[in-house]
């Protein structure tokens, strides 16, 4: 069954292009011109993917982001133009997963469309344990759930796939660079801007003090771990 996508731009060349480009590829699109009407439209219909402008009249993507984050995890992309970078930090920490810097070409779309999809669907290892626990953390990797003593954690695709690189190498130190093209994609590399936001907003929502964290912890210079211990 193709995955349904909502686009959401005030701009109709823009909307335009992201709605031919996708259908061409297979999926299914629904449009949307501000954040107003994006919101009845997603809860009109299942939705797998947001495609999100951040200015626009009524509701901005800011707003809409916040609004969607309030119900559901389905994955978020911001668009913004290129050089506003406080927009991007401001969308990725709203819960965003990921950000297109307009204007930009429909292989660069495409590939982003792809890989956002691929994160929010992550496979269960052949043969390992269902459940792991670390300190007060546990994962139904079954499931796809998180728990913190004992209370559900909402998280998002990234997010929930970026916490499973550090349950899958307790006590490796994991760099920038292999976190970022293992969750991400070899194309994000580079991109250290989008893997400290998610960090942050991870240890936000698993740590009991997110400047002392026990489940994942940084290496100056080195990386990143989820530290060994007897759990």
């Given at each position: 069954?193709?995955?349904?996508i ?21 999926y ?15 809860s ?5 993917l ?5 200015m626009?009249?009524?509701?901005d ?5 916040q ?8 994955p978020?992309v ?12 401001r ?8 950000y297109?810097v ?17 994160r ?14 670390h300190d ?12 913190i003593?004992?209370q559900p954690v ?8 970026l916490?499973?690189?550090f349950a899958?190498?307790?006590g ?30 991870l ?7 997110a ?12 990386g ?5 211990g007897e759990?």
């Amino acid at each position: 069954m193709p995955k349904h996508i909502l686009v959401v731009d005030d701009e109709p060349r823009y909307l335009r292009l992201l709605e031919a480009n996708l259908r061409t590829e297979g999926y299914d699109v629904s449009t949307a011109q501000d954040g107003v009407q994006a919101l009845e439209v997603f809860s009109m219909q299942p939705i797998d993917l947001v495609l999100l402008d951040v200015m626009m009249p009524r509701l901005d993507g800011f707003g809409v982001c916040q609004r969607l984050r309030e119900f559901t995890n389905v994955p978020i992309v911001i668009l913004t133009a290129r050089g506003e970078e406080q927009d991007r930090v401001r969308g990725l920490d709203l819960g965003a997963d990921d950000y297109l810097v307009k204007p930009f070409s429909a292989t660069e779309l495409l590939a982003r469309v792809r890989a956002v999809l691929r994160r929010a669907h992550p496979s269960v290892e052949t043969g390992q344990a269902r459940f792991f626990t670390h300190d007060n953390l546990k994962i139904d990797f079954a499931r796809a759930e998180v728990w913190i003593n004992d209370q559900p954690v909402s998280l998002s695709a990234t997010e929930y796939r970026l916490l499973l690189q550090f349950a899958h190498n307790i006590g490796k130190i994991l760099t920038s660079e292999e976190l970022l093209t293992t969750v991400w994609g070899t194309e994000y590399r580079s991109d250290k801007e989008i893997l400290w936001v998610s960090i942050a907003r991870l240890r936000q929502k698993l740590e009991e003090d997110a400047h002392n964290p026990r489940h994942i912890v940084t290496r100056s210079g080195l990386g990143y771990l989820m530290p060994p211990g007897e759990y």
